[in-house]
């Protein structure tokens, strides 16, 4: 398995930098500076993956982001329900027909939106 490019911890403060308004191009740029090379689209994707938009973007932060069909509000719940009762994610996939990277995606940014709101 390749390495990770960024840690949690860089993924968090990468997330908290694109929510006060840092724009890609400035987030791989400070991420350089710290010899972590990373491309834009990378980062792109991270942000996207996590949740993490900045201030005023208008997006639909309930949707799916990437080439697959958005996840409803069911799935959601669904989701959220099976991982509360510990369902393991392949379970979780099985159950929403939905590949399982799709729902470590998904499961990641609908706790990153749970967070933002509280």
């Not at 890609?24 to 090379?37: D, M, P, T, Y």
């Not at 991270?46 to 080439?67: I, K, S, Y």
Request: glycine letters at 8%; a positive charge.
């Amino acid at each position: 398995m390749p390495a990770r490019i960024l840690t949690p911890a860089q993924i968090e403060r990468m997330a908290q930098m694109r929510e006060r308004g840092l724009t890609i191009g400035q987030l791989s740029q400070r991420f350089a500076a710290e010899g972590v090379k990373i491309s834009p689209k990378a980062l792109y994707w991270q942000c996207l993956r996590v949740g993490a938009f900045p201030p005023g973007a208008q997006v639909d932060r309930r949707a799916h982001f990437g080439r697959g069909r958005p996840f409803t509000a069911h799935e959601d719940a669904t989701l959220l329900e099976m991982r509360e009762a510990g369902a393991g994610i392949v379970e979780i996939a099985r159950a929403v027909n939905r590949p399982h990277n799709s729902v470590i995606g998904r499961l990641m940014t609908l706790a990153r939106h749970e967070e933002l709101a509280a």
